[in-house]
């Protein structure tokens, strides 16, 4: 009963980390406002400006948490306090490379989407290279 609570946990706290790290691109942020507002044009409202635009302001703070978040995990999984599995973990850490959010390492930009969407390519590659495998 304790172990599937904590395992839950660890679940939906790994989701938040892989969410929470998409939050510090500004390219993702920007992109989210844009599909939020196509959402809305489409229902019949007329939005002007940024609707999301506050986000800007919490995508480090968010990062950050992410990384907390995405730590916690690594040390859960290596103390061997929780089976937690590598693939989650690899998809986790390369949405987080990919979200960098600061604002001194943007003219590299190009470099953390292509790490970050690298692992995470790979990640669904090895996962669906498993799922076809075992068949």
């Known amino acids: 009963m304790i172990n599937n609570l904590k395992e839950k946990i660890l ?33 019949g409202f007329t939005v002007a400006g940024m609707p999301l635009l506050f986000l800007t302001k919490v995508a480090v703070p968010f990062w950050i948490a992410a990384i907390f ?3 916690t995990m690594i040390i859960l999984k290596y103390k061997k306090i929780m089976n937690l599995s590598s693939k989650a973990l690899l998809l986790y850490s390369g949405l987080i490379i990919a979200g ?7 003219k590299f930009s190009y470099v953390f989407w292509t790490v970050g969407g690298g692992l995470v390519i790979f990640t669904i590659g090895w996962y669906f290279y498993d799922k076809f495998k075992k068949k």
């Open 100 to 106: 960098v959010p600061f604002q001194q390492v943007q």
């Open 69 to 71: 978040l995405l730590t």
């Open 11 to 43: 679940n939906v706290s790994g989701s938040l980390t892989g969410t929470l790290s998409f939050l510090g691109g500004y390219q993702v942020c920007h992109n989210a406002c844009l599909a939020l507002i196509s959402v809305l044009t489409i229902l």
